[in-house]
């Protein structure tokens, strides 16, 4: 059993992509393509991540729940279930369509997974921003209005973005991230997204990319007014989000040091430094990466300089037997 899991990024050509992967995160990525997705931990029919041995064997992480599923996730955990979260890296250099993912109330009816997500903006440019919401007193019918006229930017929620920042975007809120935005996005294991708005953007056949306008507004939340963004804190743990798929926290760290995490058979973890090293036993997670802590192991972190981690947990929470 290993102390921590490792899996190997899937990279996804955007055109709102660019090459943040690169020169900020220091990836080795695709040349000559505009990375906007970074899939760090999927279990997706069509997508798996990936574990390599030390032998230079491999496993994805579907069979790697397969064959020890009480291990990594504990009692209680369905074998057949699909891992809970989806994390991503997001390079937006350009703006993404104004979107929309179904909330639990019209998801099955619609043939979708609900899809909640928390967005934490690692680093972004002078005149970045996000799309959340909607601004207070627009309604169903001025939205549609707004819609037509090609004016939806003076309906909807933005936010201007700054390195540090956090928001949690719940399924049925209309949303888009602007340009100049790098963001490590943790999610429902969903991919279901319907597009409302793209800017009068051409991909690159020169043909606008397809509208999903009558999906968007069965799903989309028109009480969903002016969510606030949660600022960076100075604080060693700060909470970012807390719902019903998982809980983030962000660790600051000042100085080296060590910091235990978990005990022994408990709750799974995902551990995402973010511009520094950490070490976990023998295991160096390098910044920008992604690790899984499972169930079975405990946890003691190895802070070798000052730096930030993402901590994701709660979105597995093993039933423990009582008898």
Same mark, same amino acid.
């Given at each position: 059993?290993?102390?921590?899991?490792? %899996?190997?990024?899937?990279?996804?050509?955007?055109?709102?992509?660019?090459?943040? $992967?690169?020169?900020?995160?220091?990836?080795?990525?695709?040349?000559?393509?505009? &990375? #906007?997705?970074?899939?760090?931990?999927?279990?997706?029919?069509?997508?798996?991540?990936?574990? +390599?041995?030390?032998?230079?064997?491999?496993?994805?992480?579907?069979e790697?729940?397969?064959?020890?599923?009480?291990c990594?996730? #504990?009692?209680?955990?369905n074998?057949?279930d !699909?891992? *809970?979260?989806?994390?991503?890296?997001?390079?937006?250099?350009?703006?993404l369509?104004?979107?929309?993912?179904? *909330?639990?109330?019209?998801?099955?009816?619609?043939?979708?997974?609900? !899809?909640?997500?928390?967005?934490? /903006?690692?680093?972004?440019?002078?005149?970045?921003?996000?799309?959340?919401?909607?601004?207070?007193? +627009?309604?169903?019918?001025?939205?549609? !209005?707004?819609?037509?006229?090609?004016?939806?930017? +003076?309906v909807?929620?933005?936010?201007?973005?700054?390195?540090?920042?956090?928001? $949690?975007?719940?399924? #049925?809120?209309?949303?888009?991230?602007?340009?100049?935005?790098?963001?490590?996005?943790?999610?429902?294991?969903?991919?279901?997204?319907?597009?409302?708005?793209?800017?009068?953007?051409?991909?690159?056949?020169?043909?606008?990319? !397809?509208?999903?306008?009558?999906?968007?507004?069965?799903?989309?939340?028109?009480n969903? %007014?002016?969510?606030? &963004?949660?600022?960076?804190?100075?604080?060693?743990?700060?909470? $970012?989000?807390?719902?019903?798929?998982?809980?983030?926290?962000?660790?600051?760290?000042?100085?080296?040091?060590?910091?235990?995490?978990?005990?022994?058979?408990?709750?799974c973890?995902?551990?995402?430094p973010l511009?520094?090293?950490?070490?976990?036993?023998?295991? /160096? &997670?390098?910044?920008?990466?992604?690790?899984l802590?499972?169930?079975?192991?405990?946890?003691?972190?190895?802070?070798?300089?000052?730096?930030?981690?993402?901590? +994701?947990?709660? %979105? %597995?929470?093993?039933?423990?037997?009582?008898?």
């Open positions: 059993m290993h102390k921590i899991f490792k %899996f190997e990024p899937h990279y996804f050509e955007r055109i709102w992509g660019g090459r943040a $992967l690169e020169t900020i995160l220091g990836r080795n990525i695709p040349v000559k393509q505009n &990375i #906007g997705e970074s899939w760090e931990i999927v279990d997706r029919d069509d997508c798996q991540s990936v574990l +390599t041995h030390s032998d230079g064997e491999s496993i994805t992480l579907r790697l729940l397969q064959e020890q599923h009480h990594i996730m #504990g009692p209680g955990w074998v057949e !699909k891992f *809970p979260v989806l994390v991503k890296w997001l390079d937006c250099r350009e703006r369509s104004l979107q929309v993912h179904p *909330p639990e109330s019209v998801a099955d009816l619609m043939s979708g997974e609900p !899809k909640t997500e928390n967005w934490y /903006v690692a680093h972004s440019s002078a005149q970045a921003g996000l799309f959340v919401g909607l601004k207070s007193g +627009t309604t169903k019918e001025k939205f549609i !209005k707004a819609l037509k006229e090609n004016k939806l930017e +003076t909807c929620h933005r936010i201007n973005s700054s390195n540090g920042d956090s928001i $949690l975007v719940k399924s #049925g809120s209309i949303h888009a991230i602007d340009g100049g935005n790098l963001i490590l996005e943790i999610q429902q294991n969903s991919d279901t997204t319907y597009r409302v708005y793209d800017w009068g953007r051409t991909g690159k056949t020169g043909c606008t990319r !397809k509208l999903h306008i009558e999906e968007s507004l069965r799903c989309i939340n028109f969903d %007014f002016e969510p606030e &963004i949660i600022s960076s804190e100075h604080s060693q743990v700060q909470l $970012l989000a807390e719902c019903n798929h998982f809980r983030i926290r962000k660790f600051t760290f000042p100085e080296p040091m060590k910091l235990k995490l978990k005990n022994l058979n408990q709750q973890m995902i551990l995402n511009f520094s090293d950490i070490s976990v036993g023998k295991e /160096v &997670i390098p910044a920008g990466t992604l690790a802590s499972p169930y079975a192991e405990d946890c003691e972190v190895q802070i070798n300089q000052p730096g930030e981690m993402i901590l +994701t947990d709660n %979105f %597995f929470i093993p039933q423990t037997n009582s008898n």
